[in-house]
T-cell receptor
Framework: EAGVTQFPSHSVIEKGQTVTLRCDPI?????LYWYRRVMGKEIKFLLH????????ESGMPNNRFLAERTGGTYSTLKVQPAELEDSGVYFC???????????????FGQGTRLTVV | SQKIEQNSEALNIQEGKTATLTCNYT??????LQWYRQDPGRGPVFLLL?????KEKRKERLKVTFDTTLKQSLFHITASQPADSATYLC???????????FGSGTQLTVLP
């Protein structure tokens, strides 16, 4: 079974440009999360989808960030326009609640390293 | 404010010894706590989960304890091996927020 995959693995863009990150969750996982780790800091929550609906986007830094999950499958995270402080590693994770299990484990992708110069 | 602290940024131990990593939290009422392993250039990999009403969980050479009074979790790796070298992250899940909050991690190095 394929794990969570993220594209691209690395992206270097200039300040003011637009970048779109993609995440393909594990097939059948309804929950999809975006997290970000900036240099020297802990991994921080950005938002949570349940299928195609945004369940919680309280971690999104500002309106330059837009996440979508069309059809409840893959998700994209667009940063427009990118700023220097957006640099970091963006992780996607997915999970599925199994019958009888209240607390699912999350499976993470390898991350996209974004560098804004 | 809410805070998660992991005991140190780096921990070096000798092969065969037990590694003990600490995760302390304040101003949380977590429903459960998870430990993840992260290798360079990779995403976190789930290791163990312990619920608020559980004291201890074991999986092979791994053991996690959870003390909600002390607001602390301890993560032990017994008979450590160089292959255990990685960054270990603790993460809390609160039922109200329904999201994982991570500590900054402890980089463990097991010396041969």
């Amino acid at each position: 079974e394929a794990g969570v995959t993220q594209f691209p693995s690395h992206s270097v863009i200039e300040k003011g440009q637009t970048v779109t990150l993609r995440c393909d969750p594990i097939s059948g996982h309804d929950n999809l999360y975006w997290y970000r780790r900036v240099m020297g800091k802990e991994i921080k929550f950005l938002l949570h989808f349940v299928k195609e609906s945004k369940q919680d986007e309280s971690g999104m830094p500002n309106n330059r960030f837009l996440a979508e999950r069309t059809g409840g499958t893959y998700s994209t995270l667009k940063v427009q326009p990118a700023e220097l402080e957006d640099s970091g590693v963006y992780f996607c994770a997915s999970s599925q609640v199994k019958r009888g299990a209240r607390t699912p484990e999350a499976f993470f992708g390898q991350g996209t390293r974004l560098t804004v110069v | 404010s809410q805070k998660i602290e992991q005991n140190s940024e780096a921990l070096n131990i000798q092969e065969g010894k037990t590694a003990t990593l600490t995760c302390n939290y304040t101003n949380y009422s977590p429903a459960y706590l998870q430990w993840y392993r992260q290798d360079p250039g990779r995403g976190p990999v789930f290791l163990l989960l312990i619920r608020e009403n559980e004291k201890e969980k074991r999986k092979e050479r791994l053991k996690v304890t959870f003390d909600t009074t002390l607001k602390q979790s301890l993560f032990h790796i017994t008979a450590s091996q160089p292959a255990d070298s990685a960054t270990y992250l603790c993460a809390l899940f609160s039922g109200s927020a329904r999201q994982l909050t991570f500590g900054s991690g402890t980089q463990l190095t097991v010396l041969p």
